[in-house]
């Protein structure tokens, strides 16, 4: 037990940052305090759907190194010992535990406390939660003391159990996509055999995803330079409809960005053709963004495209249980186990867990970064010959075309109203007639715009230049 109590405590160490289920003390004792930690761990710990929360004495609270302690757990608080002093003063019983250790020749504390059942976790009549660092009475945020009954009453927020937000959904882009890995599904049964509906027979939250309608935004941005303080060259939108259509568009779109390099050097008889990026660590990182996204939050994941690479962001974090080692090993533990199901059963990807170490395999353990409520993977770009610093709008193998700050926003203008005059975009970025006369010739001349139809009745189009 120690073993993997020790192991679990090396883990909370490698967090960048103290959450709302875990705190690092070195010889801190107020036994008040610890009574109102206690409660707020708790219920912090329910509301974020881990099964413990951890208080730990002999950790640096800075850097997280183990610095040993001198506290004792089994000290006395005003003549009573503080074991029992919590103990009768929290409520309900929640069985919180004291352990002590040796780590790296030093002592460490432990209390594990588990995480609230059925009703809040109260210390002195009072219920706690955590708000970042601090310990605050729940009665002041009424919106987090909702949250936590229902998680308490219904169980934490799930694709399966949470309502989706329309009731009137349609499935053609479903069938038609199980249909095209041969499988049938039936009219009949499909609803219940893909776990669509929740205890009261409304669709749910995967019905939602799954639907014709999701209306769940998914984009692709692409950047002119290394960040998103770079001119934004261009956004696509792949959402909005069945998550298994918009998955295939964007790994498809990857396919687009991802430019065949002709190498030249030490060329002796035949030219090597380099990738821009290795297609197949893309393909799992996209499809672990869509398995492992917080899709409760309403939001799908982010993809960024810089000048030097593709950052993929997925949000939340690991699922309850799992750790960094165990994640990097390809110990699929899912965030969204029936989602999953669905993945696995049409091929899209494999319980065995290989889609992580295989972007390891490529781009080391450094491609990913676990953010506070999200993790990002960064898919680096291998450029052979230099292009500069913007990403451009290189697609498939038509040359780089490099677009000005106006410019791009002209572009962006005529992609929401393509009926746009030169005035209307006088008056929109407030650039004056010149400007944007020399601006839009340009950009026509480079066949980047062009106008269908007369100067009066005709229209702007973008072409598949800017994409």
């Known amino acids: 037990m120690n073993n993997q109590l020790e192991s679990k405590i090396k883990t909370l160490c490698k967090m960048k940052h103290e959450n709302e289920w875990v705190e690092f003390k070195e010889n801190w004792f107020e036994p008040i305090t610890l009574g109102i930690y206690i409660s707020a761990i708790s219920n912090s710990a329910a509301l974020l759907d881990e099964e413990f929360g951890y208080f730990i004495w002999g950790i640096s609270d800075n850097n997280h190194s183990i610095e040993g302690t001198d506290f004792d757990p089994n000290q006395d608080y005003k003549k009573e010992p503080l074991k029992h002093f919590l103990a009768r003063q929290i409520t309900p019983d929640i069985g919180f535990k004291f352990d002590e250790l040796v780590i ?36 002041k945020y009424p919106s987090k003391e909702v949250e936590l009954f229902n998680v308490l009453k219904n169980g934490f927020p799930t694709v399966d159990n949470i309502e989706s937000a329309n009731q009137s959904l349609s499935f053609s882009q479903l069938f ?39 209306d769940i935004s998914i984009r692709v941005s692409l950047f002119s330079g290394t960040d998103k303080t770079a001119p934004l060259f261009s956004v696509r939108e792949f959402g909005k409809c069945c998550i298994l259509v918009s998955l295939d568009k964007i790994i498809e779109y990857g396919d687009v960005l991802n430019l065949v390099q002709a ?11 380099i990738t821009l990026f290795q297609s197949k ?83 080391g353990k450094k491609a990913f970064d676990f953010r506070e409520n999200s993790i990002a993977v960064t898919i680096p770009f291998n450029w052979i010959n230099k292009t500069g610093d913007n990403v451009g709008d290189k697609v498939g193998d038509k040359a780089v ?33 010149t400007a944007i006369q020399n601006n ?10 062009k106008r269908v139809g007369s100067n009066k009745n005709g229209y702007w189009e973008v072409t598949d230049k800017s994409k």
């Open 104 to 139: 790296d020749g030093k002592n460490v504390v432990c209390l594990t406390i588990p995480k609230a059942h059925n009703i809040p976790t109260a210390f002195m009549k009072v219920r706690y939660i955590r708000i970042g660092s601090s310990k605050e009475d729940i009665s």
């Open 401 to 433: 075309i490099q677009v000005n700050k106006t410019q791009a926003l002209i572009i962006e203008e005529m992609r929401d109203n393509p009926n746009i005059t030169l005035l209307e975009l006088q008056k929109t970025l407030s650039l004056g007639r």
């Open 263 to 273: 190498d030249e050097r030490n060329r002796i008889v035949e030219r090597q053709d």
């Open 281 to 363: 660590p893309f393909r799992e990182a996209i499809i672990n963004a869509f398995v492992h996204n917080k899709w409760t939050s309403k939001n799908g994941p982010i993809i960024s495209v810089f000048s030097n690479r593709i950052e993929i962001i997925s949000r939340g974090e690991l699922s309850g249980g799992q750790t960094e080692e165990g994640f990097f090993a390809g110990e699929s533990m899912p965030v969204n186990q029936r989602l999953a199901d669905i993945f696995m059963q049409l091929h899209i990807s494999e319980q065995s867990g290989r889609g992580v170490p295989k972007i390891v395999a490529a781009y």
């Open 176 to 214: 038609t996509y199980y249909a095209g890995k041969g499988i049938e599904l039936r009219l009949s049964t499909f609803k219940k055999s893909l776990h669509f509906l929740t205890k009261t027979g409304k669709y749910n939250l995967l019905a939602q995803l799954l639907s014709d309608n999701s």
């Open 440 to 449: 839009v010739s340009s950009l026509r001349k480079r066949q980047i715009i």
